[in-house]
């Protein structure tokens, strides 16, 4: 008897081919270990380990607070895109954020996270602890501050005066672009601000959410160019290239007419040249994402956690207008406690080659994260730190006054990071958010909630908001959603 032959299309065996790639896939990596020590989230069964990254997604503090509770300290994380070892508490952080960079890499860590966009700036022999070593100067140094502080004034007095005539803004999103704008005047000027600020500050508020985009963690590196989301990225440093080149070649050809500029580019100029001429556009824009979310984002969320707060208003404003030297224990009290609750999910390293972390055996090129504010919001009647946790308190800074300092020593709290990649940019958050922001809206402007809450059914201490914690921003994040729509108004007691 003939055989008999069915001619199949080829294309009808895509997505079965698909199917089952997709199945062998999932019971490869469901089945392959970073270390036989280490529990999975959700590992009690396929369901559960599939349920992982949108609970973790949705909010990835509380699922890593009861995560802990069920498997301890450290675990692993699979969001398919990425597979993370969570190191947590006091012990976790202080592991992770003082390791030493061959051990556990602050930049194998930035590399993926920010990928092609910036990675090869890494490999310029001589940048990087150039670049560093520059930006605690530019950043740290109270001379430099003195000069972004008279710059941004000007600046926060524009932004308030356009928010009172518009009358209604959105709260989170007008307070991102001033902060974005403020680095860029910091960075590159008030005349640079002036020329492209316009085009620059919504194309760096979606730059942060491009790279947020899932997307970005299963394409090769090679080819984020094709998505959507990376070719945004790319054009946005494209853009940052062509600008800051400009800018370059301006100052090195024009000296008598740059000779006064106090911003960070032209101290850089100033000591490099165009020694690393190929570096400089994406480290601009490196610095404008990396100094944005934790301080735009504050300012909100203090606020509306403030006005639900009997007094806490009225005393925020009576030391937002004492001198700038002048104690101010109720406003930091406030900021902290704010940093307790919204300040970095996690805290992220990549380990160099095999190493131990917290006694488990873990191979090269494996992400490695604390998660401050795990602990953070911890209850003590839980094992952790804080009473009451969960509420926006910022008496629990006040009434024993070297609370803090303890705290952080142990690495309880940790707002800034610890060790040689702790932040340099808190001593530039507080003038900005207390000097600036606070004074200006404190002394000419009222600020009331239109819309956009649901209070005592949303967020943190019914706040009536929720954080977007993996969507929006690195960081301490927007809001998730519609955003809280504000009236602002000139007080009628301002002066002018």
């Known amino acids: 008897m003939d055989a008999i032959f069915l001619k199949v299309p080829a294309t ?27 529990p999975y989230a959700g590992e009690e069964s396929l369901a559960a380990r599939l349920r992982v990254p949108v609970e973790y997604g949705k909010d990835p503090v509380e699922f890593l607070r009861k995560t802990r509770k069920q498997l301890g300290d450290v675990f692993c994380v699979d969001l398919f895109a990425a597979k993370i070892v969570f190191v947590l508490g006091a012990e976790g952080n202080k592991a992770v954020m003082r390791a ?8 194998e860590q930035i590399k993926w996270a920010l990928g092609p966009t910036i990675d090869y700036l890494f490999d310029v022999p001589g940048w990087t602890p150039l670049s560093m070593k520059l930006v605690k100067i530019a950043l740290m140094k109270q001379e430099h501050l003195d000069g972004y502080k008279v710059e941004c004034s000007k600046l926060t007095d524009e932004f308030f005066e356009k928010w009172a005539n518009q009358g209604i803004v959105p709260l989170f999103q007008n307070f991102s672009y001033l902060i974005i704008a403020y680095m860029l005047v910091i960075l590159n000027g008030p005349d640079f601000y002036r020329n492209y600020g316009e085009e620059l500050v919504p194309m760096m508020a979606q730059f942060e959410r491009d790279l947020q985009h899932p997307i970005l963690r299963v394409l090769p590196r090679s080819l984020w160019g094709v998505s959507k989301p990376g070719k ?23 000296p008598e007419k740059h000779k006064d500029r106090n911003d960070y580019f032209y101290f850089l ?19 404008v994402f990396g ?3 934790n301080a735009a984002m504050t ?21 937002a207008l004492l001198p700038p030297d002048a104690r101010r224990p109720f406003l930091d009290a406030c900021f902290r406690e704010t940093g307790r609750l919204y300040t970095n999910t996690s805290v992220m390293r990549m380990t160099r080659g095999a190493t131990d972390v917290a006694g488990h055996a873990v191979p090269a090129r494996t992400l ?94 019914g706040v009536g908001a929720e954080g977007a914690w993996t969507e929006e921003n690195f960081g301490t994040p927007s809001v998730r959603g519609e955003d809280v729509i504000i009236s602002v108004k000139e007080s009628a007691t301002a002066v002018f």
């Open 12 to 38: 009808a065996l895509v997505v079965p081919t698909l199917v089952v790639a997709g199945i062998a896939y999932a019971v490869h990596r469901f089945n392959t270990r970073i270390s036989p020590t280490i």
């Open 368 to 461: 490695v994260a604390a998660s401050p504010l795990a602990t953070q919001r911890a209850d003590v009647s839980g094992g952790g730190v804080f009473a009451g946790a969960g509420c926006w308190d910022p008496e629990r800074f006040l009434a024993d006054p070297g609370a803090y300092a303890g705290w952080f020593q142990r690495a309880e709290f940790v707002q800034f990071g610890l060790g040689i990649h702790a932040c340099p940019g808190e001593k530039l958050a507080r003038m900005l958010i207390f000097d600036l922001v606070l004074r200006t809206w404190m002394e000419k402007y009222d600020i009331e909630v239109v819309s956009g809450l649901e209070e005592g059914v949303k967020g943190l201490d």
């Open 100 to 107: 030493a960079e061959d051990k556990l890499s602050f930049f």
């Open 269 to 287: 100029v100033s000591q490099a040249g165009d020694t690393f001429a190929q570096c400089y556009g994406r480290h601009i824009m490196s610095l």
């Open 232 to 254: 945004a990225l790319f054009s946005t440093c494209d853009r940052f290239d062509a600008l800051i080149s400009l800018e370059l070649r301006d100052i090195l050809d024009n």
């Open 291 to 293: 100094g944005h979310a």
């Open 299 to 319: 300012i909100p969320w203090l606020f509306l956690h403030a006005r639900r707060t009997p007094g806490a208003l009225a005393r925020i404003r009576t030391e």
